[in-house]
C-alpha cells in the first residue's frame, strides 16, 4: 500500500515535472516564432541596423592598414553612433577601441549567433 | 590553586573528550580535504564542507552552539542561518544563473524532455527509500541527490529533512564529482555502437530578444505551474537576466562572483559543521550513500533511454549520449557527452549539443524539488 | 488518491488563483523590465525591481511571507530587512559617495544655493499630496520623490509611509529616467535665449585638503543642524571620505562596486516584492504617480528660477540652464543642463558647472528628508 | 487651517534646506580661505611639494590655451555627444576629462579622442 | 505653531545638546582621521573606527540606538551585530590566513618560539592591570593589546570586556602604526652591536605539501588543546588553506579582497560608534592607553631576549633582532627588523628571516586570546 | 594573594602559549620530514612533476647566484629600504620577490628595478 503510494507520487511527479518542461518547450518555440516574424518584418519595413537584432560586424577584420575606418554604405553619423553603442556594451572605452570597417547589413544576411 | 586551573584547562581541553566517533569523523574530513583538493572533487564546495566538518568534529568549540540566555551562539551558528533560512541556496542559483547561457536549449527545446527524462532517478531513489523504511520528507531529501544539483538538494533537504543535510550534501557533490566515472558505463550499456556514433546537425541561431524574454517566461509558467518553486527557479532566472539583458553588467558581475562566493564558503563551512558524529555517524548515512549513487545511475539510464526514444523518433538526428547530460551537473556531464561521443566517433563534436539537456537538468531538477515541496513541505 | 493529490496540486497551483489585479500587476513587471532593458530606464535598479514585482504577484510563492510558529519566511522577507531597517539605502550612499566627485562644488560653492532651491518640488508636492487627503507621513514620502533621488526616497519612505514604498520608489527612478523629456520645456519655458546663451567662467582650482575636509565638514555641519539625517549624509560622506583620502583605495573600491551591487539587488528586488496587487492598484497609486511628475517637475522650476535669480545678481555670469541640475539625479541632469546650454550656443559647455548643483542637490534632498523625518517621524 | 499648517511646514522646510546649505557655503569659503592661507605660508616656507597639502589643481585648465577645443570638420552638436558619451562610457567625472579636439572620421582616418 | 515648530527643531538638533565630552570625542575623531590620513596609522581600519566616533558622539542620531517596542534600531546598530556576536573579527581572520605565506615559518620552525615569546607583554600588563583594580576581564582585554593583533583583539574584548572595546582597539591599531617608533629603542637596548650584525643563512625549502597540510593540522592541534581559539584559528586556517590549496582561487581572492573590505568598513565604522563620550571619557581609558604600550613594549622584550637565547644557543647564527618581530603586526614588526639589521650590517637582509616569527606571532596571540578565553570567558 | 593569582595564571598563560606552540614545531618537523621521506621515495619510483606533490622551491634562491644582489651606485641601506617599500606597495610578500640589481636614478635613466 505504502509502496504503491510512493509509485503515484513518483509518477506523477515525473509526469509534473515533463509537463513544466513541456510548457516551456511550446513556450520557446512560441517566441522563437515570434522573434522570427519581428525580424523579418522589421528587415522590410525599415533599416535593419535598428534595434540591435541584426548582426553588426562591429570589431572586423585586422591586418592591412591600422587605424583606417572604411565605411561602406553607412553614413558617418551612423557609424559614430555604432561606435558609440559598442564601446558601451563592451565596456571598452572609446580610446581604446579601433574600428576598422562598419558595413550595411544588407537584407539577404540572417540574424548569425553561430555557436552559440 | 595552579594544579586545579590546570586539570581544569585540561578538562575543558579537547584531548580528555576526544572520542573514536570524533576521531572517525576528523579522518572523515581529511579524507574529503584530500579528494576535494587533489583529485578536484567539486573543491570550491566539498573544500569549505570538509573543513566544516572538521571544526564541527573537534570537541567542546561551541562553534555550533545556538545563543543562550544572553550569551551568543557560536560563530558558524549564525552563518548557518543562511542555510537554514533557505536563503543561500537561491543566492548561489542566482549566480548559476548569471553564468549560465541558456542559448543552446533555445536553440534546440527539444533538450528539455531529456532534462525532464534524466530526473527519473529521483525518483526511483524516492521508492527505495521509501521500502527501506524512511518517511516521505527524508525520503524525497534523498531522491533529490539524483537531481545532480548542490543548492537544490540543500534548498529542499533544508526544508523536508535538515538532519539528513549533511549527508545528501556530500553525497550530491560528491557523485557530481565522480559523473565521468558513473555514468560512461552506463552510457555504453544502453547504446548502441551506432547510436553513439551519430553527428548531430548545425543548431539555429536564438536572437538576444529571445536569450532576454526566456528567463523571464520560465520563471512565469514554472511558478505558476509549482509556487513552490519561486525561490529557485526565480533566482536562477533573474541571474540570468541580468547576464542576457546587457544594460545591467555589474550586477551580473557581483552576482557571478563575489556574491556567489561569500555565500559559497559560508554555505560550504557550515553544512559540513552540521555533519557532527553524533548526526552523521549512523547507518542511515550509508544508506543514504549508497541511494545517492543509485539516484544518479537511474537518472543517466533515464536520460540516455530517453535520448534513444529522441533518436529512434527523429530517425537517427540526436544522439543518445546527449540525454544523460539531463542530469545537470553543469558542465561535467555535457563534458562527459562530448568524450563519449568521441570515443565512438571521433568526428563527433557533441559538447554543444549536450549544453541544451545540460542546462535543462537545472530547470528539471529544481522543478522535481517544487513537487517534492509542495507534497511533503510545511 | 492520484486523483484526489492532482487536484490538491491544481489548487496550490498558481492557475487557479490568478486573478485580474495579478494579472495586471505581472503586466505591470514586464512593461517594466522593456523600459529598463529597451529604454535603459534606470536599469540597475529599476530591472531588480520589476522582477521583484513579478516574484511578488505569482500567486501562492510565499516568497515575501512572514515566519510563523518556528517555519522559516520566504526568501525576500529576509532580504527585505535590509530595506525595512533602513541598512540598504545607507550603504548604497556609502557606494555613491565614493563614485562622487565634489570637486566642482566646491570649486563654486554657491551650487549649493542651487541644491537646496531645486528641492522646491519637494513640498509644493507635499502641500498638494495633503489637499489630495494623504496624511503628513505619506505626503512627506510622495513630496521625497521631487527630490530625484532614490536611496533617499527609499530611506525616508520605509521609515514613514513603508505601504508606499513601491509607487513612490518606482515614481522616482522612473522620473529620474524620464529626466532629458521632463526638464528641457520647462527650462526652455522659464528661460530667454540670452540667458542660455551665458558662457560661464572658469572654476577655481580646489586643493586635495579641502576634498578631503569637506566630507568631515558636512558630516558635523549637517547632523548637528539635523540629527535624523546622519545615516544618509553620515555614510554618503564617509564614502566620499574613502574616495578623497588616497590612503584606503581597497574600501573605497569594495565600497562602489561589490558593497552597492549586492545591496542594489537585494533592495531592487524586494522593494518590486512589496508591490503586491492589493496593495499597488489603489487609486492612490495613480496619484502618487502623478504628483511624483508634479514634484519633479517643480524641483527643476525651482532650480532654474533660482538660476535666473543668480543670473541677475550675477550680472550675467551664471547660466541658469544650471539650476535645473541641482535635482540631483546625478550625472543625467548635468548632462541635460549640457545639451540645452549647448543648443542655445554651440560654444557653451555647462557639463562641468553643472556638475556642483547636481552633487549638491544629492546632499540638498539628503537634508529635505532629514527634516521630514525630524518633523513626522518616530 | 490644514492647508496653512503644510505651507508652514514647507516654508520652514525649504528654509531649513536653504540653511543647511548656507552653513556648508559658508564653512566652504573658510576652508578654501584656510587652505590657501596655509599653501601660501607654505609655498614661502619650504618647498611646496611637502606633505601633500599642495594645492593639486583638480579642475585645472588644460596648459596652453584653458577651454580650448579645436573642432574639426565637425558640427558642436556632435561634438557634445560624443563628449558626454564619453565621460558616461568611461565613468571619469566630465571635470577631469579633457578634448583637444574633435576631428570627424574620414575615411582613411581614425576617431581621434586625443588627450581623454 | 511656526515658532514652536522652530523651537521644537532647535530642541531636536544637536547643537542644543552638545556639550563638552562629545565636542572632545569629536576632537579625538578628528585627530585619529589626521593621524590615519597623513601619519597613514593602521588607515584601513583607524579611519572607519574614526568615522564611527565622529557620527556615535554626534547628538541625537540615534544611530547606534537598539530597537524598542517595534521602531527600528539605527543604522550602526545592526551593523554591530557582527562585532558582538563575534562574526567580523573571525571573518577578517579568514582573510588574512588567505593573505598570509606561513612559507618561512615552515622553512624555519624555531621561529614559532619567538612568536610565543613575544607574547609576554600580554601577561605583562594582564599583571599590571589587575594591579591597578581592573578585574580579571578587564585585565585580560587590556593585556591582549600586546598580542598586537587587532581581529584578536576585538575579538577577546568582545567576549570579556565589550565596554573597554573602543579603547583596547584604538590602543591596539594605535601601537602598531607606531612600531617603528615603538621597538627600535627596546631593540637596540637590549642587544649588542655583535648580535645585530649577525648574518642568517639561507632557509631551506617549502614543499607544496607542507604548505598546504600546515593549516589543517595547525588547527587540529590547537583546536584539541585550547577549544575556545576554534573561531579564530580555524577561519585563519581555512582562509589559508583556500589560498595553498591552488583549487579555490575564486574563494582565495574574496576571502581577501571584497569579504575582508566589507567586514572591515562595518568592523571599523561600529567599534568606532560603541566610543561614545559617557563610555570613553574616563580615567580607565587613559590607563588603558598607557597599559597598551607598556604591553606592547614588553612583548617585545619578550620576543628580543628570546632571540639572544636562540642566538646563544645557536651559537650565533640567529640575529636576535627577529625575535621583536614575533609581536604580529605583520609585516610593518618584520620590516623594523629588518632596517634595524642593515643599519648594524649593511649586507643584513633579515626580512625573510623576520617573517617567520611575525606570522607565528599571529598564532601566538590567538592561541594566548583562547588560553584567556578558556579561563574568564562565558 | 590576587597578585599571586595573576602572576600564576600569566605563567600558566605563557606557558600555555609556548606548550601549544611547540607542539606545532614538532608537528611541522615531522611534516616535512613524511613530505621529504615522499618526495624521495617518488623520485626513485617515478618522475617527480606527478600529482603536483613535487617539492617546490618556494623561498628559492634566483638560479645563478641565491641572494645575490648588485648594488649599482647605491648604498645598502637605501636599496633594502627602496625593497621593503616594493613589496609594501606592491602588496608581494617579501619572501616572493626577487631583486636583481638596484641601480642608482641618474638624471637621465629611469628607475630600474629588474626582476621585479
Ligand atoms: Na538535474
Ligand atoms: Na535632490
Ligand atoms: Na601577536
Redesign the interface.
Known amino acids: 500500500m505504502?509502496?504503491l503510494?510512493?509509485?503515484?507520487?513518483?509518477?506523477?511527479?515525473?509526469a509534473?515535472?515533463?509537463?513544466?518542461?513541456?510548457?516551456?518547450?511550446l513556450?520557446?518555440?512560441l517566441?522563437?516564432a515570434i522573434?522570427r516574424q519581428?525580424?523579418k518584418s522589421k528587415a522590410g519595413d525599415s533599416d535593419p541596423e535598428k534595434d540591435?537584432?541584426e548582426t553588426i560586424p562591429v570589431i572586423s577584420a585586422p591586418s592591412a592598414e591600422p587605424?583606417?575606418?572604411?565605411?561602406i554604405d553607412v553614413d558617418?553619423?551612423t557609424?559614430?553612433m555604432i561606435?558609440?553603442i559598442v564601446?558601451?556594451?563592451t565596456?571598452i572605452?572609446?580610446?581604446q577601441l579601433?574600428?576598422k570597417s562598419i558595413r550595411r547589413v544588407q537584407d539577404e544576411a540572417?540574424?548569425?549567433?553561430?555557436?552559440? | 590553586m595552579l594544579l586545579k586551573t590546570m586539570e581544569n584547562l585540561w578538562i575543558s581541553s579537547g584531548f580528555a573528550t576526544l572520542d573514536l566517533p570524533h576521531i572517525i569523523m576528523l579522518l572523515l574530513a581529511f579524507a574529503l580535504i584530500y579528494l576535494a583538493i587533489v583529485k578536484q572533487f567539486e573543491p570550491l564546495v566539498l573544500l569549505p564542507i570538509a573543513f566544516g566538518i572538521l571544526l564541527a568534529n573537534l570537541p567542546i568549540t561551541g562553534i555550533m552552539a545556538e545563543p543562550v540566555d544572553g550569551a551568543p551562539g557560536g560563530l558558524l551558528y549564525y552563518l548557518y542561518q543562511g542555510v537554514k533560512l533557505g536563503i543561500y541556496p537561491s543566492l548561489i542559483f542566482m549566480g548559476i544563473g548569471a553564468m549560465t547561457?541558456f542559448?543552446?536549449?533555445?536553440?534546440r527545446?527539444?533538450s528539455?524532455?531529456l532534462?525532464?527524462?534524466a530526473?527519473?532517478g529521483?525518483?526511483?531513489a524516492?521508492?527505495v527509500s521509501?521500502?527501506l523504511g524512511f518517511n516521505?520528507q527524508e525520503?524525497a531529501s534523498i531522491g533529490i541527490i539524483g537531481g545532480a544539483d548542490g543548492p537544490t538538494a540543500i534548498f529542499l533537504t533544508t526544508k523536508l529533512a535538515p538532519h539528513l543535510l549533511p549527508a545528501v550534501t556530500i553525497a550530491a557533490y560528491s557523485y557530481m564529482a565522480l559523473i565521468p566515472m558513473i555514468q560512461p558505463p552506463i552510457m555504453r550499456l544502453l547504446t548502441t555502437k551506432k547510436e553513439r556514433q551519430t553527428v548531430m546537425g548545425?543548431?539555429?541561431?536564438?536572437?538576444?530578444?529571445?536569450k532576454i524574454?526566456?528567463p523571464i517566461?520560465?520563471t512565469v509558467?514554472?511558478v505558476l505551474?509549482?509556487p513552490s518553486v519561486a525561490p529557485l527557479i526565480g533566482m536562477l532566472m533573474l541571474g540570468n537576466l541580468f547576464r542576457e539583458c546587457?544594460v545591467v553588467?555589474r550586477l551580473s558581475k557581483t552576482a557571478q562572483n563575489e556574491l556567489i562566493n561569500i555565500v559559497t564558503i559560508f554555505l560550504g563551512v557550515t553544512v559540513g559543521a552540521t555533519a557532527t558524529a553524533e548526526q552523521f555517524l549512523k547507518l542511515e548515512t550509508l544508506k543514504i550513500i549508497v541511494l545517492g549513487l543509485f539516484a544518479f545511475a537511474f537518472s543517466t539510464v533515464g536520460g540516455v533511454l530517453f535520448g534513444k526514444l529522441m533518436y529512434a523518433v527523429t530517425r537517427g538526428k540526436v544522439n543518445p549520449l546527449i540525454g544523460s547530460a539531463g542530469v545537470s551537473a553543469v558542465p561535467m556531464a555535457a563534458r562527459v557527452s562530448q568524450i563519449e561521443g568521441q570515443r565512438a566517433n571521433p568526428a563527433n563534436y557533441l559538447l554543444?549539443h549536450a549544453m541544451g539537456p545540460n542546462v535543462?537538468g537545472v530547470?528539471?531538477s529544481a522543478?522535481?524539488a517544487g513537487?517534492?515541496l509542495a507534497?511533503y513541505g510545511g
Not at chain 1, 5 to 14: A, E, M, Q, T
Not at chain 2, 103 to 107: E, N, S, W, Y
Open positions: 505504502e509502496f503510494d510512493s509509485l503515484l507520487i513518483s509518477v506523477l511527479g515525473i509534473i515535472v515533463f509537463a513544466v518542461l513541456v510548457a516551456l518547450i513556450m520557446i518555440y517566441l522563437s522573434s519581428i525580424s540591435g537584432q587605424q583606417t575606418l572604411s565605411l558617418e553619423k557609424a559614430a561606435m558609440a564601446c558601451d556594451e565596456g572605452p572609446p580610446n579601433y574600428f540572417p540574424v548569425q549567433n553561430e555557436g552559440v | 547561457d542559448g543552446p536549449l533555445l536553440a527545446p527539444s528539455l524532455l532534462g525532464a527524462a530526473q527519473f529521483i525518483y526511483v524516492f521508492i521509501r521500502l516521505v525520503a548545425q543548431m539555429r541561431t536564438v536572437s538576444k530578444v529571445e524574454v526566456f517566461l520560465v509558467i514554472s505551474l509549482l546587457g553588467e554543444m535543462a530547470i528539471g522543478v522535481a513537487f517534492l507534497m
